[in-house]
């Protein structure tokens, strides 16, 4: 099946610092997007980002398909920022289809 | 702002009964999806429709019925619940599919199946 690796697993932050998270996956991506999980569970949208670079707030992701490899930057972290991050993709072979990683749990200590 | 709404947010079933779980939204949309999530893990797709009167199969329909009887309404069907669909389970809408649009997601529904 298709595989979503997204690292670190979990990250732990003073606030103020940046994140860089990863996202590697096994399929050529017609779609990919991250997504935020609330500590109490609840996921919303942060962006879209198939190729290229995209700018949104104080995130920033960058996706270079053909080495099927997405990061999602977080500049100066703070404490609301906590939660998990997950990665996801819509495989060429079946783009109906989203495809989550494990996601990467942030923490940003005051 | 765009809304779904999933009931029971919270299930306790027993082994071999029967499971619905409901999903309503207010968007307009014409995907909409079923995922579970795991203590730990990511989600994957259980079933999704684009139309009313039809469903699809996501990556894991085993054990599973999905009904669309209309637009705004998408329920997940567990005709005899086992353990191991203990879960937590999150509806979600589209106006074009997740190849281009935005995913929405429900609050989530909490089973648990002893």
């Known amino acids: 099946g298709q595989q979503v690796q997204q690292s670190p697993a979990s990250l732990v932050l003073q606030e103020g610092e940046n994140a860089e998270l990863q996202c590697n996956f096994s399929?050529?991506?017609?779609?990919l997007q991250w997504f935020y999980q609330s500590p109490g569970g609840s996921l919303v949208s942060l962006l879209s980002n198939p190729s290229g670079t995209k700018h949104t707030g104080r995130l920033t992701s960058t996706t270079v398909t053909k080495e099927r490899r997405s990061s999602l930057h977080i500049s100066s972290s703070q404490t609301t920022d906590s939660g998990t991050y997950l990665c996801a993709i819509a495989p060429m072979s079946n783009y109906n289809v989203l495809y989550f990683g494990s996601g990467t749990k942030l923490t940003v200590e005051p | 702002e765009a809304a779904v709404t999933q009931s029971p947010r919270s299930k306790v079933a027993v082994t071999g009964g029967k499971v619905t779980l409901s999903c309503h939204q207010t968007?307009?949309?014409?995907?909409m999806y079923w995922y579970r999530q795991d203590t730990g893990h990511g989600l994957r797709l259980i079933h999704y429709?684009?139309?009313?009167?039809?469903?699809e199969k996501g990556d894991i329909p085993d054990g599973y019925k999905a009904s669309r009887p209309s637009q705004e309404n998408f329920s997940l069907i567990l005709e005899l619940a086992s353990l191991s669909q203990t879960a937590v389970y999150f509806c979600?809408?589209?106006?074009?599919?997740?190849?281009?649009?935005?995913?929405?997601f429900g609050e989530g529904s909490k089973l648990t199946v002893l």
């Open positions: 399929s050529t991506a017609t779609q």
């Open positions: 429709s684009y139309v009313a009167d039809s469903t």
């Open positions: 979600a809408s589209s106006g074009t599919g997740t190849n281009t649009g935005q995913l929405y």
């Open positions: 968007n307009n949309h014409d995907y």
